[in-house]
């Protein structure tokens, strides 16, 4: 499965309410031109890609009528350009935030400072995967987030879906 920047993640419900969920999501997908969406091994989280960029203009509208269908929460991300990505965040059908994250431009070049970049990759449900992000957005703020890459791949011991979140933080720092 490939991987874009141009993606929507939301929590999933389960049971009947997916299965009554499930048409309605995909006719709301298509109208947009995406689709299929992929699920992650627990069930908890699904992901739709938008590999021909054709929802970037419409990206937090369709963040926003995601959650409003799933009742939850929901992350889009579109690249902007080689250096910055856009990220909706919105549950219940209500945007709940909107940013850019990226490098800073000339960081790297300029005399006195130092660009330190990790990047640490998760898997796990959903909903513990957001909270990670918030919590490390309010406990590390001397770094900031470059990017979240969500990514549904297949365990390769279970053969079940699974869904992997990679940051990409960097702290910007004063060479003394």
């Known amino acids: 499965m490939g991987m874009s920047f141009e993606s929507v993640v939301f929590h999933r419900p389960a049971g009947e309410a997916w299965q009554t969920l499930q048409p309605k999501l995909e006719e709301l997908l298509q109208a947009y031109g995406l689709g299929p969406v992929y699920e992650s091994s627990d069930g908890t989280s699904g992901v739709v890609y938008d590999?021909?960029?054709?929802?970037?203009?419409?990206?937090?509208?369709?963040?926003?009528?995601?959650?409003?269908?799933?009742?939850?929460?929901?992350?889009?991300?579109?690249?902007?350009?080689?250096?910055?990505?856009?990220?909706?965040?919105?549950?219940?059908?209500?945007?709940?935030?909107?940013?850019?994250?990226?490098v800073p431009y000339g960081a790297e070049e300029e005399e006195g400072l130092e660009l330190h970049t990790a990047q640490l990759s998760l898997t796990g449900r959903f909903t513990d995967l957001v909270r990670f992000i918030r919590h490390t957005r309010q406990t590390?703020?001397?770094?900031?987030?470059?990017?979240?890459?969500?990514?549904?791949?297949?365990?390769?011991?279970?053969?079940?879906?699974?869904?992997?979140l990679t940051l990409y933080l960097q702290q910007l720092t004063q060479i003394r």
């Open 51 to 102: 590999t021909e960029m054709s929802a970037e203009e419409d990206m937090p509208e369709l963040v926003c009528a995601v959650s409003a269908l799933t009742g939850g929460t929901a992350i889009g991300a579109v690249c902007l350009d080689s250096d910055f990505v856009g990220v909706v965040l919105a549950r219940n059908g209500e945007q709940m935030d909107m940013g850019y994250i990226g």
């Open 140 to 164: 590390l703020p001397q770094c900031r987030m470059c990017a979240a890459v969500w990514l549904c791949t297949i365990d390769r011991t279970t053969r079940q879906p699974q869904l992997t």
